[in-house]
């Protein structure tokens, strides 16, 4: 399946160790794209190691990731708008 992976992370005390951790451990998995987006082919057994090792810095009270699932990547229709980053290359 392809998915986008989209995190926001509330910016307190915890807030900038919980990111670079979830930064991380995404992009074992993804594409990063954009600051706190990555997308990717994944299989789905693959999907729940990475929901169970960002299970532990993801605090359920105050940050959230948003997952977009697909089954495949041409299935999407992607517009990019606003200058375009080499990182973000892989837009169409």
């Not at 998995?29 to 169970?52: R, W």
Request: avoid cysteine; hydrophobic fraction near 35%.
């Amino acid at each position: 399946m392809y998915i986008i992976l989209v995190y926001d992370i509330e910016m307190d005390e915890g807030g900038a160790k919980a990111s670079r951790r979830i930064f991380k451990t995404s992009k074992k998995y993804l594409t990063h794209v954009q600051k706190s987006v990555f997308e990717g082919e994944i299989t789905p057994a693959m999907l729940k190691k990475l929901e169970l090792e960002l299970s532990k810095y993801i605090r359920s009270d105050k940050d959230s990731i948003l997952v977009f699932k697909s089954r495949e990547e041409r299935w999407l229709q992607k517009e990019f708008w606003g200058k375009e980053d080499d990182k973000t290359s892989n837009f169409f």
